[in-house]
């Protein structure tokens, strides 16, 4: 008998049909840019590497820096933020803007990760229009330690 056939007569008499959910998507995954580097970079989404900004950042962070963003799908074979470090013993995170975060961390956002130390500022669209913040941001990243 048809699938939907046998739904229709189970649900006119009156009986729940079971269905098998498939799995949920797994919220604090990454997506990485290919790249090498002491620092992670997360923005919101891909398109924003592409932003001057983030060129200028990558330029100004010594020992590289590599892209990610949270994967929207929230495949398994991609990465958790604590994988990604022990991974690719990165010793810096930067997550920019509010999006990140609340994907990666529910409640509390930690100040150090395995061997990495998090950092947390605006968003890059934020950042690439108010020179206050830009300059707070590069200060953050100056900081000894930080790095």
Wanted: with cysteine.
């Amino acid at each position: 008998m048809i699938e939907s056939r046998r739904r229709a007569y189970l649900d006119a008499m009156g009986l729940d049909v079971w269905t098998i959910k498939p799995p949920a998507p797994l919220l604090d995954r990454l997506i990485l840019q290919p790249g090498a580097g002491e620092t992670l970079l997360i923005c919101q989404q891909a398109e924003e590497t592409a932003l001057r900004i983030a060129a200028d950042i990558v330029r100004a962070i010594p020992g590289g820096a590599v892209w990610a963003w949270p994967d929207p799908a929230g495949c398994a074979e991609n990465l958790s933020l604590g994988q990604a470090i022990d991974q690719y013993l990165f010793t810096r995170v930067v997550l920019f803007g509010d999006v990140p975060a609340q994907r990666l961390f529910s409640g509390d956002s930690p100040a150090v990760i395995g061997s990495a130390r998090v950092l947390f500022t605006l968003s890059l669209d934020q950042l690439a229009v108010r020179g206050n913040a830009k300059l707070a941001f590069w200060q953050q990243l100056s900081v000894p330690g930080s790095h």
